[in-house]
């Protein structure tokens, strides 16, 4: 580490996502630890931060870091084939992100599952669950957005596109809350574990629900689209759809929470932009990028892992370590953008790496924005003076970004 590097504070006085200014304004400390360098030594995290954005796009597209959880350093030890539970067959013997060659295969082979025809027809099948939830509600003078609908979202729209029978449903509502924690390298083991176990009971659902499937299958929907992909390409089978199911359960279903309380909270702090974020589907898939840019929520990044000793950015990584990507450091700098502490949902980005970018984009993006835009449009259409009650208390415990208590809306009938 340079001199100069060493007569500066500690990044860990500058920068604490987990922390109450954090929560209410991470403008400062991201733009403190990207002025700190290109590549920067978290403690806390025990983890290199890559800050630029340049450096970030280059890494995304050549893939020189690893993806793979268990080349991480303190990944628990990678399980032999003979030993592996469902969760490890899914996530290690087909990992759509340890093997870059098998996932360009997979994204390459899908991408007709993710049609717009086939999210349009997903939103139709999810629009009547939509409905009966705010059917559920009625007209209150105020009810808490999170509790009543947003918690609901993720599960509705994984069952709607899967099409898993009622009888499923408590064991898979469980698996789209704690997915994502099965690869978390923050949390403990036992909690991770827990996770995993919760992906297990998943995945035997999922292979029940094929198997109906194939013995029934429909025209249009997500899951008939794969099987249809698997009897055309001997090189994607059912370990493949299950485990592409799972990464859009991990994908979707904690930051669908996450996105639809800050969606909400951000058009009501900016009436005047709802009418352009909800002009149409494809308007508001430009806005949603804005939202979140604007929101400011993330926490962590994207977790890469150092598959040997290399010299990166300026720095000595050992092999093992910690490289995580943080492309919103950059979401309140003016250097970037224009006002950046203003919302304008017809905010042009270019490129828009909300999402990923190149081989690693998400390709359930499209999924993921639809089912927002038809869960915000229903609100709005049966609550059009609708309004926060309150301004609503962050929560700091959550692992990987920034969200609400509660998020009390007055819907002024």
Known sequence: MSESATALPPIESLFDPNSQSYAENPAPQCLAIAARGPLVWYAPWQAWIMTQMPDIMDCWKREYLSSDFYDWEFAPPRPTEENWNKFEKALVGHSLLADPDHHRLVRRITSPAFSRNVVENIQRQIEPHVKRLFDDIGTPESFDYITEIAQHIPFISITAM?????????????????????????ISDERRLRAQEDSNKAIDILQVVIAERRENPQEGDFLS??????????????????????????????????????????????????????????????????????????????????????????????????????????????????????LDVRRQFEPDVLFGYGPRFCIGAALAKRQL?????????????????????????????????????????
């Open 373 to 413: 835009y038809l869960t915000l449009g229903e609100m709005f259409k049966r609550f059009p003076n609708i309004s926060l009650a309150e301004e609503p208390e962050r929560d700091l415990e959550d692992h990987n970004a920034v969200v609400f208590k509660r998020l009390m809306l007055n819907t002024n009938l």
């Open 162 to 186: 899967v099409g898993v029978p009622e009888k499923y449903w408590p064991e898979m509502k469980r698996v789209t809350q704690t997915f994502t924690e099965t690869w978390n390298p923050t």
């Open 225 to 342: 689209a794969l099987l249809k992909i698997e009897a055309e390409n001997e090189k994607f089978n059912e370990w493949d759809i299950i485990t592409l199911i799972l990464a859009l359960i991990g994908a979707g279903a904690d930051t669908t929470l996450i996105a639809q309380q800050w969606s909400v909270y951000a058009l009501l702090k900016s009436p005047d932009q709802v009418p352009y974020a909800l002009e149409s589907a494809d308007a508001f898939s430009n806005a949603f990028s804005e939202i979140m840019r604007w929101s400011g929520n993330s926490k962590m990044g994207f977790a890469r892992y150092a598959p040997s000793d290399m010299q990166l950015l300026g720095q000595d990584v050992k092999k093992g370590q910690m490289v995580l990507m943080m492309p919103h450091l950059k979401d309140h700098d003016p250097a970037h953008f224009d006002n950046p502490e203003k």
